[in-house]
């Protein structure tokens, strides 16, 4: 059944229009007819089934009851990713929202590649904020999870302040590995370094504000990969894919 993200009240019974965009996509895209079975959320906690109303340019919604599902991962993983390039960027944060992570920082670092001005970074964050949007449509995830980018690294290390947090820093060297540090956290901060890694000082932060330097093993990973590899590795053990 198609899923839908609508930025608006929805109840049951109710008729919704759909965003012209979103319209667009259902009926010129997917090719879905009138009186198509759809699904609609809006990132408000549950979701609706409905039924596609075609009249004329108008499309809309007719919505049946609330369901309370929700497909949350009981591990809330904060995914804190040095700026990489675009195209890998939209990637990287595709998939992680279908991993199931709960956010992305992204921060600047001194080895970055990409290196953004306000008014281009704020372009880049609401672009990745709607291929969020995307994945959850796809993968089934009616809370939608913040993307943001932080203006330092220590502003993207500290935001997440959650009771029983911890913080893991991907490291080729470090002998512990990220699955046995994690151990019975319900909120992990997984800080992604660029290509090239963290310089020496932005290591000694990390590690002062508490991250630990965690290993995935014997293979030295790209920034696009490692953090999507640590995702999947800790829902596996931790999260919700046990």
Known sequence: MSRFYVDTILA???????????????????????GAAVTLFNGRGGEYGGRLRIVGARTSVVLGRHLATERESPLAITL???WVAADKLDWLVE?????GVAGVILVPTTRSVVQLDNARRERRVCRLREIAI???????RNTVPSVAAANTLREGLEAVTDSGHIGLMLAPDAIESAVTAAGAAVSISLLVGPEG??????HALAT???????????????????????????????????
């Not at 109710?14 to 996509?25: G, K």
């Not at 995307?134 to 089934?140: F, K, L, P, T």
């Not at 890694?197 to 932005?202: N, R, T, Y």
């Open 197 to 202: 890694g963290l310089e020496s000082a932005e």
């Open 208 to 242: 002062h504000l508490g991250y630990r330097p965690v290993s995935l093993g014997p293979r030295i990973l790209r920034t696009e990969t490692a953090g999507l590899a640590a995702i999947a590795a800790l829902q596996a053990t931790a999260g919700d894919m046990h």
């Open 80 to 82: 804190v990713q040095a």
């Open 95 to 99: 998939k992680a929202v279908e991993l």
């Open 134 to 140: 995307s994945a959850c449509c796809q993968c089934g």
């Open 12 to 34: 049951p019974e109710a008729e919704v229009e759909l965003p012209d965009a979103v319209a667009h996509h259902a009926v010129r895209v997917l090719r879905l007819r009138d």
